[in-house]
């Protein structure tokens, strides 16, 4: 399985952490950034928006070739997901729980870490994964 870090937060440092991992650039336009996935890891594209109050969106369309996990882990509070998978299917779990929890095609999931534990993704080889995830930023938003 291969396994890639992001240890960044807000989402345009998410993406670039992308970008370094898979090395690869990301570009950006109007606080859009876009990253497409290099041939030799698979095909697709990642893409976020930031919105002002802690709001933003990352969109995954991708097909890894093998087995992908991105590890989302920073020592800072991780934002509220509400992820919803369009096409295919994703695993999720907590960086501090061995529990894996699978989100199929058309159902959603609200997931949110206690304390500063990371969120993992996980990805099946060789199949189109389509995930939809509404980020909250909670200090952010609360304020």
């Known amino acids: ?12 440092d998410v993406v670039q952490d992308l970008a370094k991992a898979f090395r690869t650039t990301f570009t950006s336009h109007c606080e859009q950034y876009l990253l497409r996935i290099p041939e030799d890891i698979g095909t697709g594209f990642i893409e976020g928006i930031d919105f002002d109050s802690g709001l933003g969106i ?7 070739h ?8 920073v020592d800072d509070i991780h934002p509220l997901k509400f992820l919803y998978c369009v096409e295919g299917s994703l695993k999720h779990r907590f960086a501090d729980d061995k529990n894996v929890h699978e989100l199929a095609q058309y159902k959603n999931a609200v ?22 995830s509404l980020e909250v930023s909670r200090q952010a938003f609360q304020k």
């Open 1 to 12: 399985m291969k396994t890639y870090r992001v240890q960044s937060l807000p989402l345009k």
């Open 58 to 64: 990352i969109q995954y369309d991708c097909t890894f």
């Open 66 to 73: 093998e087995k992908t996990q991105i590890q989302y882990i």
């Open 111 to 132: 997931v949110a870490s206690s304390k500063h534990s990371g969120h993992i993704l996980i990805f099946n080889a060789s199949e189109r994964t389509k995930i939809n």
